[in-house]
């Protein structure tokens, strides 16, 4: 389990946007990586968005936005596309980083039990230190909710 104050583990991801991702690329940089289900269903979109709106506050910040799902780089091409979002969606098909964070596990829909990506966000300082998990997210102003973890750690 990994908690406040761990390194985050290091990644290399293919992009939606094209290319590879990997997070010593934003070395002295603070990241908000965040793991979503699934793209373009209900709550995904509604995270995303949020995200979307407050791109220029992160951007005056300086702060990366870095979304994650098992979909490949298709599927969110064509997100990004549809909702004009600003940002890199990287693709863990094989499961790897969603395994290393601890988001990959057992879910419950309607009584039925299977294996999926849970939503959780983890706000990374510029020196690649976790300094905050988000495990219950509100999708809907969860953008604020970083934004505001965020100049409470004094950064």
Same mark, same amino acid.
């Given at each position: 389990m990994l908690t406040e104050g761990d390194k985050a583990p290091a990644f290399k991801l293919p992009s939606g946007e094209g290319g590879d991702v990997s997070l010593k690329?934003?070395?002295? +940089?603070?990241?908000?990586? =965040?793991?979503? @289900?699934?793209?373009?269903?209900?709550?995904?979109?509604?995270?995303?968005?949020?995200?979307?709106?407050?791109?220029?506050?992160?951007?005056?910040?300086?702060?990366?936005?870095?979304?994650?799902?098992?979909?490949?780089?298709?599927?969110?091409? +064509?997100?990004?596309?549809? =909702?004009?979002? @600003?940002f890199d969606l990287l693709a863990d098909t094989e499961k790897s980083i969603v395994e290393k964070y601890r988001v990959w596990g057992e879910k419950s829909m309607y009584g039925r039990k299977y294996m999926g990506t849970h939503r959780k966000t983890f706000l990374i300082d510029e020196k690649g230190k976790i300094v905050k998990i988000f495990d219950k997210v509100k999708v809907a102003e969860h953008a604020d909710e970083v934004l505001k973890a965020f100049g409470e750690k004094g950064q």
């Open positions: 690329d934003f070395a002295g +940089k603070t990241v908000v990586l =965040y793991f979503y @289900p699934k793209d373009d269903t209900p709550g995904c979109t509604k995270e995303a968005c949020s995200f979307r709106d407050a791109d220029d506050v992160y951007r005056e910040k300086g702060i990366k936005v870095l979304g994650v799902s098992i979909d490949d780089e298709k599927s969110h091409q +064509k997100f990004i596309s549809k =909702y004009e979002l @600003p």
